[in-house]
């Protein structure tokens, strides 16, 4: 008789897309993406960051004046994108907490990404967050709000 109480296939990769959140430096929002097939194998995770060759040091993580993170992070979803090195993302499946901007929608549509399944949706209202479901709807790509059965998955290392 198989175990009970597994996570399902949407808990894994939403939970994958929240342990690379983890990765990320940003003082004040992490988010992190992992993109999976057809036959639910991971393609490529993702987290905001500054690009390669930036040190984390260096650039400033400032969310006002004139000198911000908004003009050096690199989006999560953007970077499972490139992460996947050339991958064929066609009809793969973008797991990610914070629903994707407008920019990150223009590189999942260009992806051939058909699906995103996101767990929040923080600036629904914004007008970045109304050009990106404007897109990714018209271009097809289904919107799935994550329904999430648990408020919490344990990792455990202790073993």
């Known amino acids: 008789m198989k175990r009970s109480g597994y996570i399902s296939w ?4 939403m939970g994958v897309a ?12 992490q988010v992190g993406a ?20 930036c040190s984390d040091d260096d ?13 050096y992070v690199v989006h999560a979803e953007l970077n ?5 090195s050339g991958k064929d993302l066609h009809g793969a499946r973008l797991y990610v907490d ?5 920019e990150c929608a223009k590189a999942i549509i260009q992806s051939g990404i058909s699906e995103v399944v996101y767990l929040y949706d923080k ?8 050009a990106s479901k404007r897109m990714l ?13 648990h408020d919490e998955i344990i990792l455990d290392f202790k073993r």
């Open 10 to 13: 949407d808990e894994f990769f």
């Open 18 to 29: 929240l342990l690379a959140a983890k990765r990320s430096k940003d003082p004040n929002t």
């Open 34 to 53: 992992c993109i999976v097939d057809k036959n639910n194998i991971i393609l490529s995770t993702g987290y905001n960051g500054f690009p390669y060759g």
């Open 59 to 71: 650039y400033s993580w400032e969310r006002t004046g004139s000198d911000t993170k908004y003009n």
């Open 80 to 84: 499972a994108i490139l992460n996947a």
């Open 98 to 102: 914070l629903f994707p901007c407008n």
């Open 123 to 130: 600036y629904a209202d914004s007008p970045q967050t109304v």
């Open 137 to 149: 709807t018209s271009a097809g790509v289904k919107l799935t709000r994550y329904k999430n059965p």
